[in-house]
């Protein structure tokens, strides 16, 4: 190929705000089709990319016009669609998780590997550019190994308005599913990809939502480097204050779209409505606001090594050494939205293989599913499909 890639959005959710502008400006992809089930959201993105809509995720799939689908489903249908478009001779991009077990990722790699398509297994954090230049610093040894890792986040994702499937565990829903993979990257990214076993325990504890909304995981690598991962979703203390600035985007989150402030709705529908109208095309959706003033990040992470310590800061990175503690600026752009589809591009244009690739994206299944099967068995999980970074 000597052109852009044409890619084609598979569900226009909260997401595609932030990621159909990043598509559309970079060089290497121009967007030519989307698929939903939502008259507003299809309207918006002709009026605003005058590309093909679609209700139906095969009928995108089959367009002549699309080389790449991205697949934004429900996390219980990403199996499924990431698999047809790879069936129909289509890259793939599949959104976090990649699928909901070992199994079904299995699946999804041997499409593509028979129609010999692309697949890469994003967005996560681990794209974004402070933890890129976290594993720069990490591989280049001037501080030697890492000898440890930790990750805490502490947000309102489960009590934002949330629909049925959300909820429910064996369809995706809950926080191992919906931001595990995030940490779970993260760390696999830094600490060389290759995960011995996993000790964890999560809990659902609001009645009314009936799935896990925190975890606390120990992630023992082949090395023998250590990891703890930390989530809450449940919308008290918000682990923002711990970088002095605000919100996973830079941006105050907003009562009026927390299900906090609607707790007495009458029924599941009506928070579905809730929740529907922060999506693309909602009535509710902010995402056409200014950019980010300042880095994204997923909660405070420190990475320890022989030599020093890293975590990040509004504009980059700390660095903690033996000669005090010093700022590391990071450019805003090239972003995670861009770095995963120059990780595409360069793999389909250049035969470069992708980091973050099926095999990669179902080793982070895989830790998901041991954080879910450790804490019901309450013992550790030993792993048996990481690959290398």
Same mark, same amino acid.
């Given at each position: ?155 309102? %994702?489960?009590?934002?308005? &949330?629909?049925?499937?959300? *909820? !429910?565990?064996? @369809? +995706?829903? =809950?926080?191992?599913?919906? $931001? ?93 409505? %809730?929740?529907?109208?922060? &999506?693309?095309?909602?009535? *509710? !959706?902010?995402? @056409? +606001?200014? =950019?980010?003033?300042?880095? $994204? ?93």
């Amino acid at each position: 190929m000597t052109g852009p890639l044409r890619i084609g959005i598979a569900g226009l959710g909260i997401a595609s705000g932030y990621t159909l502008p990043a598509f559309a400006a970079h060089p290497r992809t121009q967007v030519t089709a989307a698929a939903d089930t939502r008259p507003a959201a299809l309207q918006r993105f002709e009026a605003e990319y005058e590309g093909e809509t679609f209700e139906d995720v095969e009928a995108l799939c089959a367009s002549p016009n699309v080389d790449v689908v991205y697949v934004a489903t429900p996390n219980f249908m990403h199996a499924e669609h990431a698999t047809m478009a790879a069936e129909h001779g289509k890259h793939v991009i599949v959104e976090k998780p990649m699928a909901l077990n070992v199994e079904q990722c299995a699946a999804i790699i041997a499409a593509a590997d028979r129609n010999r398509v692309q697949l890469v297994c994003g967005h996560t954090h681990s794209f974004n550019p402070p933890i890129r230049r976290l594993r720069e610093l990490v591989q280049g040894g001037e501080l030697g190994r890492v000898i440890m890792m930790h990750t805490w986040n502490y947000t309102d %994702l489960l009590v934002r308005p &949330r629909a049925a499937w959300e *909820l !429910d565990t064996a @369809r +995706g829903g =809950g926080v191992v599913f919906i $931001q595990a993979p995030h940490q779970v990257d993260i760390v696999r990214v830094l600490g060389g990809g290759l995960v011995r076993s996993v000790r964890a325990m999560a809990g659902a504890w609001d009645e009314a939502r009936p799935t896990e909304g925190n975890y606390t995981a120990y992630l023992e690598f082949a090395d023998g480097t250590p990891a703890t991962l930390v989530y809450s979703g449940y919308g008290f203390f918000d682990s923002a204050e711990l970088h002095f600035w605000v919100g996973e985007r830079a941006q105050a989150r907003d009562p009026e779209t927390n299900a906090n402030s609607h707790r007495d709705l009458p029924n599941p529908a009506q928070e579905e409505a %809730l929740r529907d109208a922060r &999506r693309y095309g909602g009535t *509710l !959706d902010r995402s @056409r +606001g200014a =950019g980010a003033q300042h880095q $994204q990040f997923f909660g405070l992470l420190l990475v320890s090594c022989q030599r020093g310590d890293l975590r990040q800061s509004p504009d980059g990175l700390f660095l903690y050494d033996a000669r005090g503690k010093q700022e590391i600026p990071v450019p805003l752009e090239p972003s995670g939205a861009h770095a995963m589809i120059d990780e595409l591009y360069e793999a389909v244009v250049g035969g470069e293989p992708p980091l973050h690739d099926g095999r990669w994206g179902m080793a982070t299944v895989e830790v998901c599913e041991a954080i879910l099967e450790s804490s019901r068995q309450r013992r550790e999980v030993v792993l048996s499909h990481q690959v290398e970074v």
